[in-house]
């Protein structure tokens, strides 16, 4: 009895089958997928111990604005300030004066104890004309 006679007059019906080469190509492109999938979760995870301080300016950075505006030499003045959970991590000021050392000196000396950080932490730049 052959197998057209077994399936009643019928044509044989075609199994799928997956030879080696398709099973290693989806083998293969599962294990990609599983391999980006860990390397985004472990690279693209914010940093949890840096928290930037997403308003446009804290009353801290304004009270200090306005401190820093008071020392002579110092103009308009800008802060930044960059915080983590364990307290402040460090600060930037944007100021007219920035150009003159003593004036530097002064700035990262009142922005580190107003804020009880060190004064390396605080970085200083001079704003645009």
Not at 86 to 97: L, P, Q, R
Request: glycine share 6%; charged share 30%; proline share 2%.
């Amino acid at each position: 009895m052959n197998s057209r006679e077994r399936n009643g007059g019928q044509k044989p019906t075609k199994r799928l089958r997956l030879d080696g080469r398709i099973k290693d190509v989806l083998l293969l492109a599962v294990l990609a997928l599983v391999l980006v999938f860990a390397a985004w979760k472990i690279f693209a995870q914010e940093d949890s111990e840096t928290v930037a301080t997403a308003t446009p300016l804290s009353e801290t950075e304004e009270k200090i604005s306005r401190l820093l505006e008071e020392i002579d030499g110092v103009g308009e003045a800008s802060v930044m300030i960059n915080e983590t959970e364990d307290g402040v991590k460090s600060a930037v000021v944007v100021c007219e004066g920035a150009n003159n050392l003593q004036v530097m000196m002064d700035i990262r000396e009142a922005v580190a104890a107003a804020l009880g950080t060190e004064e390396k932490s605080v970085k200083i730049y001079l704003k645009k004309e």
